[in-house]
């Protein structure tokens, strides 16, 4: 049998709770108005988020969703980060503590 991942998204925003488990922000920005310690992040992986260019470029528009897919994938393949999204993964995958 295939283990899944068991990932949730979740607004920085909204307070954290037991239920979350681990909470790890993948974006390179971090939110105005929002404390480090009100956030109650396990991690911040800035690199695996998309490039300020990639995401300029996609501008949230669903047509151009697929096509941002295979760019950032590319990306990530491009810039040897597929180790750190393996981690992520696995991290994923791990018992909730």
């Given amino acids: 049998m295939r283990e899944t ?3 949730r998204v979740k607004n920085l925003h909204e307070p954290a709770s037991r239920d979350d488990g681990e909470r790890i922000r ?3 920005l971090w939110p ?8 109650r992040l396990d991690g911040w992986l800035r690199d695996l988020a998309p490039s ?8 949230h528009d669903p047509a151009r969703w697929v096509r941002f897919r295979a760019r950032y994938r590319q990306e990530l393949q491009e810039q040897g980060r597929l180790d750190a ?13």
């Fill in 5 to 7: 991942a068991r990932l």
């Fill in 26 to 28: 993948v974006d390179r």
């Fill in 32 to 39: 105005r108005g929002l404390s480090r310690e009100r956030a």
């Fill in 52 to 59: 300020t260019e990639l995401r300029r470029w996609f501008g």
């Fill in 85 to 97: 999204l393996r981690e992520l993964r696995a991290r994923a995958r791990a018992p909730r503590r």
